[in-house]
Nanobody, 122 residues
């Protein structure tokens, strides 16, 4: 799983889009999750997509949208109405088959992207 390791800057209530591009395997054969980790905090699940189903953390529901472009073998996280508390390093991860109830558990993900720093100013 490769993720563009770029720093993303945004202003509060603006929009950002993160990309997670895969090489060596087809993304739609796996579950792909977006996680984030703020300084001093644990990695938390943000969103997950697999077999057409999508899941979101309550803190981002109705603001973030996960999607997949199979032709580009890429998963996106569209972030709208971002807030300063969305500031974190964002990671995408690949998970094998797992019960949907476990998508927030980082230990089930075998491969991670390098992370992208997202900074949202107030």
């Amino acid at each position: 799983v490769q993720l563009q390791g770029l720093r993303r800057l945004g202003a509060a209530w603006g929009s950002l889009r993160l990309s997670c591009a895969a090489s060596g395997f087809a993304l739609d054969d796996y579950g792909i999750g977006w996680f984030r980790q703020a300084p001093g905090k644990e990695r938390e699940g943000v969103s997950f997509i697999n077999v057409g189903r999508k899941f979101y953390a309550n803190s981002v529901k109705d603001r973030f949208t996960i999607s997949r472009d199979n032709a580009k073998n890429t998963v996106y996280l569209q972030m709208n109405r971002v807030k300063p508390e969305d500031t974190a390093v964002y990671y995408c991860g690949r998970a094998p088959r797992l019960p949907f109830s476990l998508w927030r558990v980082p230990s089930y993900y075998g491969i991670w992207g390098p992370g992208t720093l997202v900074t949202v100013s107030s």
